[in-house]
């Protein structure tokens, strides 16, 4: 467990290092920001990317934190009480192989530990299972933001030779939910009688490899998946226009109840407003401009800063000046 | 979460201060020790609940860790840009709420945060279930070593006046079950759309506040049941009687090794007296008195010294001052 | 038990019978297949709510199987040995309850006829899961095909005032996953002490309520989620034209192939055609008729027979026929 | 999945064949029942195998529903339009096949299809995991009443000769979680996008061979566990003595009061008799018989008749017919 726990920290921190570079590279790439599904306000890629670093780096804390408790080892007797060997023993082996010495065991190694370790995995699991996710998404016809990369020679479907189908955060997505449901056993192997019952084994000759060997499996697969992805720039700029600036309401309103109006007035006007250019698919900002309401309380230069994309990405270098990116 | 957190720890606390009591004060009293069920070698009653002190002390640190990772709290928009509001007012608003400034969000804090949270109150009823299955084992008919005690005035069965079932102890076995199945919700809930999707909000709902309630309500029964755990010295002395000696067979074997014989020589003398006591139910420290060949190898005073009880317990000290207990 | 699944096969049958409505209705309505996320061949909205309709059928099956199941009485006495009463009376008060006599029972009902009972709520809430994901897909902005209808004076976001989310549909997906978990505990509570321990029970008070009760709310919610559910059809026939035709490549392929040419050659001439399309975002079918290759083995009326919408959808009838739709 | 159901469906066949052997021959061999794990009232050991019979043919019932539903073939295109095959062809391949024709398919069979078949297997091991956990229990050191046969030259523990562990039956119990835990995926696996995401393919590669070899793998070792398990009737019947005779107690209440005591004084005065043979441990016979109040009520032949072993075995013909036993 210590040495397959070595493997994914350092898988883990392959991943930390791509999803740095990837956060850098666009942290000023405007981006629609989705909420339900549905167009909010903008972001940037790279905060998106900064956002599963913070992540990553919280789930390398838990790993080193699970194996850390896991690296015990123990030579205790039958049932753990020294009576042929002494625990000086226990210490010195231990210590050979630079495991901690547990301070007190069974026949056996208390299972919650076991426990910890194989649902940290099934929690980093279902952090890859999110990035994989919002890849899959990104990737739909609609959206086509994102793109695994193909690689020379790779067929897509044979039916249509354009298809490409976001396959490996597809299978990411679908061995996330072997690594979840493996914490149920590990749970279950917990509560055993008395001075240990052998029921915990068999399963664990199954849970144990599986879900470390998969979890190696899975960040590999991921980091060069993002690694080599592919960033449709275009897309992403049309699709945050898609919406023709109705992702600037709020701040309209904002900025009416700055200069006098209540709440409930902007929200009405603005409402009107936006409404309409939803239904007639028409610019936000136009309408806007053209509104005699709204133009006795705002100048052109007001509205034209409100307009002004950089605007919502003012605290981006904050937030990742507290990520030390 | 950081408040619920804060009183479960209270009751860890409560739970290590009693296992203490009861690890201290068992600490001599010999119990047979079994593993698979089966009657293996001696322990004591107290390095039973000095392995549940050390259990739940490991839950405190897990629980502690979860509660800090969950103490963050966010005014950070719709999408976590800071676009009308400055993280500087987050870091204002957290602080007096004594809450941690999380580095970067979307609409939401991540889930994996929640997850870990509800995944450690998992683990912690694994334990419970784990020390309240002990105490359903040795409270069966055969058995009957502890028991739960009942309060002035409760009845057993209505059918037989006698009959005392363990029904707390099942009870916590029983809740157990639902802290560990709500961890599924809380892995599923980590993998949302884009800057958030809100159907963790509907699961969340159900499983923060029951497995919170849950936990501090089977902690507070457990502690309860432990701290007023009749113990039935009869009976463990009757019980570590029962296979007549037998569990000094590898002591035995052991030293005849010391002696010279070989360990295939030696286990094959053994093994053909044990067999012989256990079929016969007679006392085997008798028959190895009488035995002609071990009488050539080992005195009546080395025979003596094997059959005495306190060697199996030499190192519990040890074992105690690791625990600092 | 019996009475909340009567209670939940009335709202399947709700389900289904809105199911039926809108397959009929949209029996011809194109929309684009989608697999991976990305556009496949046309379907028909029709078709859709079919296969959702036919999966309802089943879990009626399913859920009607296991209310048989369950639908059992027993007055068998303490370990199940009518030791002070005739199985006659057993059998005489199961009939005026209209449940079932048991063949035999320990002290209670084994525990497998609730899991089946808990399990196929949880197969319900997983299609149930589907439904409302698809639902949630289909609205996202770059989608928006359906729409979760909003009353008469809903508000959407405070902030965008045209933003309507799938909240309903998220819903569901977030209470699907605590019906899913609630199959956990069921089947751990299946593995009782000898003639019936009670660690089920405490277990049973969350889960069987909690089940029964959040698949009827869930299934009144969606039933009522689809009876009103909006229908962009300019937004589906939009997004059927996105990829401009190229869903027919591979019909085309196969024609080719009709004419004599190896599989090989038709995909290379089909592929370079369609890579070119995709590239340059251009109409497909424009490139297939100007392309002289193809022009040598199929004549215009072919060519315009291929990329007949409508040849799509001939087996339409056939499917809703074995559906008897 | 058909075949390997098929199997399945043997093996099944086989362990009911031997429980109901069991069944028979120790129709009438008295035994102590037990809840709670506390002594209740008398059973007989082959009421227990007819439970097990009793659940396994409500397991064949399932997997059969579970296969039947499975039995499926399709050939039904991209997005199962039939764009390019008739609807014939499949149904004359899945003739052959020996399969059923979906009524409807998307790209692929919907996965509720293959939930159900997986939560089918998880519940068929919650029953083995019952039964493998009882013999467990009966072969406790203090209970002993049944134990895993040993093979010719097999070697218990290394330490002491005799000590038998059941292995085999812990070993099925550690599985069982393994059977369990792949409903949750298979759960997961349900909610796929649109007219397919290939999520599940991956999670279904681990779970379906998983699951079906490791239920025949059990089921197996299981049906050879219980064909050649050791039966100690004098443990049964020593245990069943265990205490006294107190199991009587019930009905000498009932007695009683059929002799004109109200309720609550009969059970006053069994209570008394009976708490005092409990701590004294001696014979409640004894102390009925010299009791003067009881004697006022019940004549030494009516006393008798309650102390009579036989009068709870009174309905056992009736339960196994009822099993066509």
Chains 1, 2, 3, 4 share one sequence.
């Not at 726990?5 to 590279?25: F, H, P, T």
């Not at 590999?220 to 080599?228: E, F, R, S, V």
């Not at 006007?269 to 709204?294: H, S, Y």
Request: with cysteine; charged share 25%.
């Amino acid at each position: 467990m210590k040495q397959a726990g070595e493997i994914i920290i350092k898988d883990l921190n392959s991943l930390k290092e791509v999803l740095k570079q990837k956060a850098k590279k666009y942290k000023y790439l405007p981006q629609i920001g989705r909420t339900h599904g549905v167009h909010a306000e903008p972001i940037t890629l790279g905060l998106k990317f900064a956002n599963w670093y913070d992540e990553t780096t919280r789930n390398i804390e838990r790993m080193k934190y699970a194996i850390d408790v896991a690296s015990v080892g123990m030579i205790s007797g039958a049932v753990g009480t020294y009576s042929y060997l002494s625990p000086k023993i226990e210490e010195y082996v231990c210590k050979k192989l630079k495991l901690k010495t547990p301070k007190i065991t069974s026949q056996i190694i208390s299972r919650d530990i076991h426990c910890q370790y194989i649902n940290t995995i099934a929690i980093i699991g279902a952090s890859l299972e999110k990035f994989a996710l919002e890849i899959r998404h990104l990737q739909r016809t609609e959206v086509l933001e994102l793109e695994e990369s193909f690689t020379k020679g790779q067929k897509g479907s044979s039916a249509m030779p354009h298809k490409k189908n976001p396959i490996t955060a597809e299978q990411i997505c679908g061995l996330a939910r072997i690594l979840r449901a493996n914490s149920i056993p590990a749970l279950e192997n917990v509560a055993l009688w008395h001075e240990r019952d052998i029921s915990h084994s068999s399963a664990e000759r199954v849970i144990l490899p599986d879900s470390t060997i998969l979890l190696d499996y899975t960040l590999n697969k991921l980091t060069n998946l993002i690694k080599n992805i592919v960033i449709n720039k275009d897309n992403i700029s049309n699709n945050l226009k898609l919406t023709k600036g109705l992702y600037n309401s709020q701040y309209i309103m904002l900025k009416l109840t700055e200069k006098g109006l209540t709440r409930e007035d902007a929200y009405k006007i603005v409402q009107e407003i936006a409404m309409n250019c939803w239904k007639m698919n028409i610019d936000f900002r136009n309408e806007v401009m053209n509104n005699k309401l709204i133009k006795k309380y705002l100048t052109i230069k007001e509205i034209d800063e409100i307009f002004d994309l950089k605007r919502f990405f003012t605290n981006v270098d904050y937030i990742f000046s507290r990520l030390k990116l």
